[in-house]
Nanobody, 127 residues
Framework: QFQLVESGGGSVQPGESLRLSCAAS??????????IAWFRQAPGKGREVVSC????????KYSDSVKGRFTISRDAAKNTVYLEMTSLTPEDTAVYYC??????????????????WGQGIQVTVSS
């Protein structure tokens, strides 16, 4: 059974850092065969893409709001995708989700495009 489990969330102060992990299991292909994205959803708002790493080519993409502060990476040997978040601000407060799709196509910003989702993990940035 395909499963994604996020970890590493929590409460931090503005300017601090967190690293989210998304552990994948039960998939058929290698992790490199999946395009993987991190989304977030703040209270009262829709789910927005934060970052994405494309299958095989491993090209990455970031939203304007996190560019230069967040870094997505993939370790196929550990079946894990990471989101390194630095210089966090209160505006980064949200539930963060990882999502995957087995595809050769580039990253897509639409949540409906992805087939598999984690349960989400809370990130709170507050002084």
């Amino acid at each position: 059974q395909f499963q994604l489990v996020e970890s590493g969330g929590g409460s931090v102060q503005p300017g601090e850092s967190l690293r989210l992990s998304c552990a994948a299991s039960g998939y058929t292909y290698t992790l490199n065969d999946y395009t993987i994205a991190w989304f977030r959803q703040a209270p009262g708002k829709g789910r927005e893409v934060v970052s994405c790493i494309r299958s095989r080519a491993s090209t990455t993409k970031y939203s304007d709001s996190v560019k230069g502060r967040f870094t997505i990476s993939r370790d196929a040997a550990k079946n894990t995708v990471y989101l390194e978040m630095t210089s966090l601000t209160p505006e980064d407060t949200a539930v963060y989700y990882c999502a995957m799709r087995h595809t050769s196509f580039p990253c897509n910003d639409s949540p409906t495009w992805y087939d598999h989702w984690g349960q989400g993990i809370q990130v709170t940035v507050s002084s």
